[in-house]
């Protein structure tokens, strides 16, 4: 499991990427409305994202209704998506936009001033941080879910979200003795989860609760605070950040799931018998490889991925670092010229990449003299990449 989780945990160069999807659709948006705001919820802010999940954005701002259409529309234009993947599902629960990026073949879910996703992704962080085991088994659970096409709620099956919650309350009222080292258990509790939600659980009486410690509640208790009238889901659980929805309610396919985690306790089960060493599996290389596998297009995309952005990568980490030099430099700068320069004829110092500076001739002159051209000589930078005129303005851009 940790060897899995190590293998398919994102790589700074699938992190990039990502990254890249959401400030080419942040500026189709900024475009639209420049005051809007764009944030990145879901697997990718969490960290917890297999190399083919799908990217969640949540775009706030001052509509009355979820401009959808405008914003497909918008997509279109701009070449964004590919040409035939933009939906726009105004009929959901949540209305959101879905669309596959042009370049990286990404899938994205935008949605409209919706805070819960935010609220969602900053409560899973605080569980990672309480249940160290959690990342090892949801991204294995992830991958199980996947593979068998269980995991979409558009199709029935359930959300990352619900299988989190799942796995947080398995872990809540499931306590193991030796939980001080639970690293050391995650076959175990692996195996353990399956067997409760493949065999134990009832799905038709009760319903999971997270909050206060978490608990097992008959789904008439949950439901009293739920809307009126409404019916209880076969997979119901207690949405910790809001009481009144059931975050299963969608999943209109959880005894397709129910059965898919029964066969691999039943899998596994009989791969950690005593009686499996006398007969091994020659199908499979490992005991996880017997009931999830990663193909050989993953494997192919993210070397890809590696190679097309790996460079891209590199240069983000040195413009970063060439901003955090500029921050430095500016200060620098402003403080040797505050007593003896007008505000006026300084304009901006900003070194840039190899280094650039804009100020006024006078500022110029009066740096000459005080010597601060040798402090950046001792940078091999030649004094007259540096000062200019103010009159000029020079741009460089580190191009990928």
Same mark, same amino acid.
């Not at 990026?101 to 990672?128: C, M, P």
């Not at 353990?192 to 065999?199: P, V």
């Not at 119901?236 to 129910?258: F, H, R, T």
């Given at each position: 499991?940790?060897?899995?989780?190590?293998?398919?945990?994102?790589?700074?160069?699938?992190?990039?990427?990502?990254?890249?999807?959401?400030?080419?659709?942040?500026?189709?948006?900024?475009?639209? *409305?420049?005051?809007?705001?764009?944030?990145?919820?879901?697997?990718?802010?969490?960290? $917890?994202?297999?190399?083919?999940?799908?990217?969640?954005?949540?775009?706030?701002?001052? *509509?009355?209704?979820?401009?959808?259409?405008?914003?497909?529309?918008? !997509?279109?234009? %701009?070449?964004?998506?590919?040409?035939?993947?933009?939906?726009?599902?105004?009929?959901?629960?949540?209305?959101?936009?879905? !669309?596959?990026?042009?370049?990286?073949?990404?899938?994205?879910?935008?949605?409209?001033?919706?805070?819960?996703?935010?609220?969602?992704?900053?409560? /899973?962080?605080?569980?990672?941080?309480?249940?160290?085991?959690?990342?090892?088994?949801?991204?294995?659970?992830?991958?199980?879910?996947?593979?068998?096409?269980?995991?979409?709620?558009?199709?029935?099956?359930?959300?990352?979200?619900?299988?989190?919650?799942?796995? &947080?309350?398995?872990?809540?009222? %499931?306590?193991?003795?030796?939980?001080?080292?639970?690293?050391?258990?995650?076959? /175990?509790? @692996?195996?353990?989860?399956?067997? $409760?939600?493949?065999?134990?659980?009832?799905?038709?009486?009760?319903? &999971?609760? &997270?909050?206060?410690?978490?608990?097992?509640?008959?789904?008439?208790?949950?439901?009293?605070?739920?809307?009126?009238?409404?019916?209880?889901?076969?997979?119901?659980?207690?949405?910790?950040?809001?009481?009144?929805?059931?975050?299963?309610?969608?999943?209109?396919?959880?005894?397709?799931?129910?059965?898919?985690?029964?066969?691999?306790? /039943?899998? @596994?089960?009989?791969?950690?018998?005593?009686?499996?060493?006398?007969?091994?599996?020659?199908?499979?290389?490992?005991?996880?490889?017997?009931?999830?596998?990663?193909?050989?297009?993953?494997?192919?995309?993210?070397? #890809?991925?590696?190679?097309? #952005?790996?460079?891209?990568?590199?240069?983000?980490?040195?413009?970063?670092?060439?901003?955090?030099?500029?921050?430095?430099?500016?200060?620098?700068?402003?403080?040797?010229?505050?007593?003896?320069?007008? @505000? #006026?004829?300084? $304009?901006?110092?900003?070194?840039?990449?190899?280094? /650039?500076?804009? &100020?006024?001739?006078?500022?110029?002159?009066?740096?000459?003299?005080?010597?601060?051209?040798?402090? $950046?000589?001792?940078?091999?930078?030649?004094?007259?990449? %540096?000062?200019?005129?103010?009159?000029?303005?020079?741009?460089?851009?580190?191009?990928?």
């Amino acid at each position: 499991i940790m060897d899995f989780y190590n293998f398919m945990s994102p790589r700074p160069e699938e992190t990039t990427m990502r990254q890249e999807v959401v400030d080419r659709i942040e500026s189709v948006i900024k475009e639209l *409305w420049p005051t809007a705001e764009v944030q990145i919820f879901g697997s990718f802010s969490t960290g $917890l994202f297999l190399p083919t999940s799908d990217i969640d954005l949540v775009v706030f701002g001052k *509509w009355e209704k979820p401009p959808l259409q405008q914003l497909e529309q918008a !997509l279109r234009k %701009h070449n964004v998506a590919e040409p035939f993947s933009i939906k726009v599902l105004d009929k959901a629960t949540v209305p959101i936009i879905k !669309l596959t990026d042009q370049e990286t073949e990404v899938k994205v879910d935008i949605s409209f001033n919706v805070e819960t996703g935010i609220k969602a992704a900053s409560f /899973i962080k605080e569980y990672v941080k309480k249940y160290t085991v959690l990342p090892y088994l949801i991204l294995v659970l992830k991958q199980f879910l996947l593979q068998r096409d269980l995991n979409e709620v558009f199709t029935g099956g359930i959300s990352s979200y619900s299988l989190i919650l799942m796995v &947080i309350s398995f872990l809540q009222l %499931h306590p193991r003795i030796d939980a001080r080292n639970p690293n050391m258990n995650l076959g /175990i509790l @692996l195996i353990e989860f399956f067997e $409760l939600y493949g065999r134990h659980f009832n799905y038709l009486k009760t319903g &999971i609760r &997270i909050k206060n410690g978490g608990a097992y509640m008959a789904k008439e208790d949950i439901m009293k605070a739920m809307s009126n009238g409404y019916r209880p889901s076969m997979l119901c659980i207690e949405d910790p950040l809001l009481p009144g929805n059931d975050v299963g309610k969608s999943s209109y396919g959880a005894m397709q799931v129910k059965e898919a985690f029964d066969y691999a306790y /039943i899998i @596994l089960g009989h791969a950690v018998s005593p009686l499996a060493r006398s007969y091994p599996n020659k199908d499979s290389d490992s005991t996880l490889g017997r009931i999830i596998k990663v193909t050989q297009e993953v494997l192919n995309y993210r070397e #890809w991925i590696i190679k097309k #952005w790996g460079c891209r990568h590199n240069a983000r980490i040195e413009r970063n670092k060439g901003a955090s030099e500029y921050e430095e430099t500016f200060s620098q700068s402003a403080a040797v010229c505050s007593n003896e320069v007008s @505000l #006026w004829q300084t $304009l901006a110092f900003c070194p840039v990449h190899p280094y /650039i500076a804009l &100020i006024s001739m006078d500022l110029n002159h009066f740096l000459m003299q005080r010597n601060f051209v040798g402090a $950046l000589e001792a940078r091999k930078c030649p004094p007259q990449q %540096h000062f200019i005129p103010f009159t000029h303005l020079i741009l460089d851009f580190d191009c990928d």
